[in-house]
């Protein structure tokens, strides 16, 4: 059974930083290019970013520069590095494959204050 938990949001003030975690059991993390999403209320799920089985990367527009996106193909593990939050980063963040073959996770909260 594959299961991705996502981890490590929470409230912080603009100009501030978080680091989010997504674990993956039960599928051949490595083989896939993974990537993070968010969903904001009333909105659509949207990518964020994602990453190659080889650390290639790719962003939104709205993250470019602020956002970096990592994994540990070892640990079954990827990480997302928020910095400069603005209240527009403010949604519920997933992680999954590109093009979300996985059962999706509970997601983690990130608000960001003006």
């Known amino acids: 059974q594959v299961q991705l938990v996502e981890s490590g949001g929470g409230l912080v003030q603009a100009g501030g930083s978080l680091r989010l975690s997504c674990a993956a059991s039960?599928?051949?993390?490595?083989?896939?290019?993974m990537a993070w999403y968010r969903q904001a209320p009333g909105k659509q799920r949207e990518l964020v970013a994602l990453?190659?089985?080889?650390?290639?990367?790719n962003y939104a527009d709205s993250v470019k520069g602020r956002f970096t996106i990592s994994r540990d193909n070892a640990k079954n593990t990827m990480y997302l590095q928020m910095n400069s939050l603005q209240p527009e980063d403010t949604a519920v963040y997933y992680c999954?494959?590109?093009?979300?073959?996985?059962?999706w996770g509970q997601g983690t909260q990130v608000t960001v204050s003006s």
């Open positions: 990453i190659t089985r080889g650390g290639t990367t």
């Open positions: 039960g599928s051949d993390f490595s083989a896939n290019i």
């Open positions: 999954n494959t590109r093009y979300s073959t996985l059962p």
